[in-house]
Structures are given as structure tokens and as C-alpha cells.
């Protein structure tokens, strides 16, 4: 009954780490840092990301696309090695990520993307994100983009979007699963970097290094085999 009981708590912590503790990417670049923390209800780019950091795929990219009071953009791996003045944002593995657009997740300001280009299923880059700026909204502005998208938002997100602004306008058509938790500041000087007639700015903002911070992984092995050694059975005494 003992051995029960211990694990019956060891699984309920491992479950409790599961839900309170979250995935977060860290992004450095000559401005500061940013902190991005992933969303858990959208499991397939979330974890993606996770991978494509863990592999420092994103290490020396560009924010290739920065648009002030709207979002910046990076993650093309043709922007490594690209030349000045060189367009970008068509560079990708050649695969997509299945969208995992849903009503909770909105682009309130410091949201993180998926880029897609048209694709009918929404389904977006396996590489390329974006971080919203973005503006405030009236509410005469919100009612428009909702009869636009289709989308109803609620009070806490009109709220939101009329006093922390955001982009409305892409609810419904991208995935955000993510915020920005650290760094908007930062966000904001890389939008208002000026920059050339495909907004891409003039001078190369890197992302120098890009790693998971705050996995849950560890923890959660540790507590499963602590699991195991409860279990695990104690030699017999010689005589």
C-alpha cells in the first residue's frame, strides 16, 4: 500500500509539473533578448519549434521582414548566408505544419506566428515565424474585422486589442501558438529599424543564438525513475 501511494504522488506531480511549467524559446540578437513562451494547445508547432531550436536551425538567421506597429519575421534559411539588398521569405524545408488555429490563441501584441503563403488548408512554414507588434483597435474597427473573418471575440480580447493592440486582421487565417514573455521592447526596435521596399531591413538583424529554456523533460525523467527505484526490488540477505 505504501509503494501505491508513493507513486499515485509521483505521478500526480509529474502531471502537475506537466501543466504549470511551460516550453520557452530564448532568441538572441544585438538588441537583447527575447523570451517566447509556447502554447501547449498547439502541440504540433510547438514542438516543432522545440526541435528546429534544439537543432540551432535558427542560429544566425535574419529577421528578414520587419514591419513597424505590425510584426517581424525570421526563419528563412536562405537569409544565413544572403546578400544585402537580396529578397527573402521564400525559403523553407520543403514541408508544412498541419494549422492549429482555435479561439483562444488570438495576435494580441507580442503573439507568435506561423508564416504560410496561400495554402487552402492554412497550414503553415515548417521554419518561418513572425512576432506581432502591432496597434490598438477601436471597437468599431473590431466589429469590421469581425464580420470580416468571421471571428467573435470576446470581451477580455476587445479589451486587450483596444489597449495592447495586436493584428485582428490575421485571426482565423494563422496559427499563433506562442507569446512573447520577455523582450517586447526589443521586438519594437527591430520593427522600427528602417528598411527597404520588401521590408527587410537595411542593415541584418541575426538572431544570433536561438535555445529551449524551461523544458520539462529533465524534471519529469528524474521523477520517473525515482518512480522506477520504489519499485525496484531489494536483494535477498545472505543466510
Known amino acids: 500500500m505504501k509503494r501505491v501511494t508513493l507513486l499515485l504522488i509521483a505521478l500526480i506531480a509529474i502531471s502537475s509539473v506537466s501543466i504549470a511549467q511551460k516550453n520557452k524559446i530564448k532568441i538572441e540578437t544585438e538588441y537583447g533578448d527575447i523570451v517566447l513562451m509556447l502554447y501547449d494547445n498547439t502541440p504540433l508547432n510547438t ?38 539588398g537580396q529578397a527573402l521569405g521564400n ?20 503573439a507568435v506566428g506561423v508564416a ?16 506581432v ?20 471575440y470576446t470581451p477580455e480580447q476587445r479589451e486587450v486589442y483596444k489597449t495592447q493592440g495586436g493584428t485582428p486582421h490575421l485571426d482565423g487565417n494563422y496559427t499563433v501558438f506562442g507569446e512573447v514573455v520577455e523582450g517586447m521592447e526589443i ?20 538572431m544570433i543564438k536561438v535555445t529551449v529554456i524551461g523544458e520539462k523533460k529533465p524534471f519529469i525523467d528524474n521523477m520517473k525513475n525515482s518512480v522506477k527505484n520504489i519499485f525496484k526490488k531489494k536483494p535477498k540477505k545472505d543466510g
Request: proline share 7%.
Open 187 to 206: 521586438v519594437d526596435k527591430i520593427a522600427a529599424e528602417p528598411r527597404d521596399a520588401n521590408d527587410r531591413p537595411n542593415k541584418d538583424i541575426r
Open 47 to 84: 514542438n516543432n519549434m522545440v526541435k528546429m531550436a534544439t537543432e540551432h536551425f535558427y542560429d544566425s538567421t535574419l529577421f528578414h521582414r520587419c514591419i513597424p506597429q505590425f510584426m517581424i519575421q525570421g526563419g528563412d534559411p536562405d537569409s544565413k548566408q544572403a546578400k544585402p
Open 91 to 110: 525559403g523553407g524545408l520543403g514541408t508544412t505544419i498541419p494549422a492549429e488555429i482555435n479561439d483562444v490563441a488570438y495576435h494580441k501584441r507580442g
Open 133 to 152: 507588434s502591432g496597434k490598438p483597435f477601436t471597437d468599431a474597427e473590431l466589429d469590421v474585422m469581425s464580420k470580416r473573418t468571421g471571428r467573435n
Open 116 to 131: 504560410r503563403d496561400q495554402t487552402p488548408d492554412k497550414s503553415g512554414s515548417s521554419c518561418q515565424f513572425y512576432l
